[in-house]
């Protein structure tokens, strides 16, 4: 297993943490602004997430150091939070909402939808589609429940969902990639 990188080890130009090994004094740094806050576990792994886009496998150990934790509580909590990713998102990101309202309107039938429409496995937090391109997350409210089924495409907000308007965006977002590249 290749070992972690540390600050300064990253020639002039080499490629962002982001898309190689991770910067673990980096993560560790980060971990400490809350090292002292009650319940600071959670706001260091969003801060992690927020940086790096998910919870690389090797920042486990050193948020765990930094809490006093061990590996596998740490672990425990990343698997635990829908939210946290344990590996890179697609190029595209969708969620549905999963909670109650949007429930209770569709969004079962429209999760399920997603999943086939993607290719992505039929449980799990995360999973990605058959092409890789777009990662497919489950996510509870986006305030939108009043206008339920609801789900976003890379951060933008859709309401009154149905299968038919899912590929319709879907296809919109990834065809206006296409265009600029
Ligand atoms: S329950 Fe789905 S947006 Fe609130």
């Given at each position: 297993m290749p070992s972690p990188t540390y600050a300064g080890d990253a020639p002039r130009g080499a490629p962002h943490p982001e898309t190689t090994a991770i910067d673990v004094v980096a993560i560790r740094e980060l971990a400490a602004r809350f090292e002292?806050?009650?319940?600071g576990l959670l706001p260091a792994l969003h801060a992690v997430q927020d940086r790096y886009g998910h919870i690389p496998r090797d920042a486990v150990p050193a948020i765990a150091e930094v809490f006093n934790l061990s590996r596998a509580e740490v672990h425990g909590v990343v698997t635990y939070?829908?939210?946290?990713?344990?590996e890179p998102a697609a190029r595209h990101v969708v969620q549905v909402c999963r909670a109650e309202a949007c429930q209770s309107m569709g969004g079962n039938a429209l999760m399920a939808h997603a999943r086939l429409r993607l290719g992505?496995?039929?449980?799990?937090?995360h999973g990605r589609s058959a092409d890789g391109r777009v990662t497919l997350e489950p996510v509870f409210c986006l305030g939108l429940c009043a206008s339920s089924p609801a789900m976003s495409i890379d951060g933008e907000l859709h309401a009154r969902m149905t299968p038919a308007r899912f590929d319709a965006l879907l296809a919109e977002t990834v065809a206006a990639t296409e265009a600029v590249r």
């Open positions: 002292h806050t009650p319940g939070y829908h939210h946290f990713r344990s992505c496995a039929a449980d799990g937090h």
